[in-house]
């Protein structure tokens, strides 16, 4: 195909959040390309029609599992991944690659209260109260300095969590905070829900946290040569780091595994990971800097070594010691 040939199909799954991604990415194509007709193919996945427990499912994985068979297919020309939804412990599917990854958005997580609640922080909620999460990270780390808090699993799209959260119907858990992340917020417009923002040394980010994956078949010249203008190095190499890390520590995107690569001001890679137990009583954490090769590869596997000669294998298992 060439790029006048027809429309250029982008896969994305329906959420409000993915559609915002997606306006954001045709954006920036359009940029490039002034007169590129895109058509969006939206796509309801396993995993935005369960309810339950994701990792009952097969985990967070299932987000992009149904968009990367329309691709292999061709039904779709390219796809958007949230990266921190994407596998670490399986190869990438046969003949797709990401041709590119945009620069990093807001990597950190907030804490957002009920409308109209006086609580400002985390310290400000009293004991044994309700806080809500879908991931076991930051279920962990919560517990970690709060182990006095019950946290409960809530799902669903940013807009209807804080829905829940601001008790909109009778049959919602009543809940005292949720923590969610900063950069779905603002992509939805919600930015002024937020209370406390989080330092990635209070709650390290996810792995891929904040970056949005460009995919498309690996024999499409035409459209990774698109995609890949749009390629931010800088962030690829972190996120490199980070996936590395999780893919040696065998760790999906349901594991309770956190990890933050960032680039200093010499240039220099700069990672942090931990592993954490599901209540948060057991850790291990591991900071390593690129050194004279940098090479970001190299720095993911030191992390990932360091962690597992510290039991990280037994900690994200859950096998006592």
Known sequence: ????????????RKSPMALAQTEHVRALLHQLEP??????????????????????LGGKGLFVKAID????RGDIDMAIHCLKDVPGDVPMPDGLIFAAMLERDDVHDVLVTPAGSTVQTLDDLPPG?????????????INSVRPDLQIIRIRGTVGTRIHKLDGKKASDTKLDAMVLAASGLERLGLSDRARQIFTPAEILPAVGAGVLALECRRDNNVVTGLLLRL??????AEATAERVMLHGL???CNSPIAG??????????????????????KFANAHFWGE??????????????????????DIIEGIPH
């Open 1 to 12: 195909m060439t790029l006048t040939d027809r429309p250029l199909r982008i896969g994305t």
């Open 35 to 56: 007169d590129l007709k895109t058509e969006v193919v939206p796509t309801q996945t396993e995993a935005d029609m369960w309810q339950g427990d994701l990792a009952k």
């Open 69 to 72: 068979v329309q691709l292999q």
């Open 129 to 141: 109260a309700y806080v809500g999460t879908s991931s076991v990270r930051r279920k962990a780390q």
């Open 231 to 236: 390629n931010h190095a800088r962030t690829q």
């Open 250 to 252: 065998r760790g999906h």
């Open 260 to 281: 933050y690569c960032v680039t200093e001001p010499d240039g220099q890679l700069s990672l942090r990971g931990m592993v954490f137990n599901r209540d948060g009583s």
């Open 292 to 313: 004279s090769a940098n090479d970001p590869a190299v720095l993911g596997t030191r992390v990932a070594a360091d962690l597992l000669h510290q039991g990280a294998r």
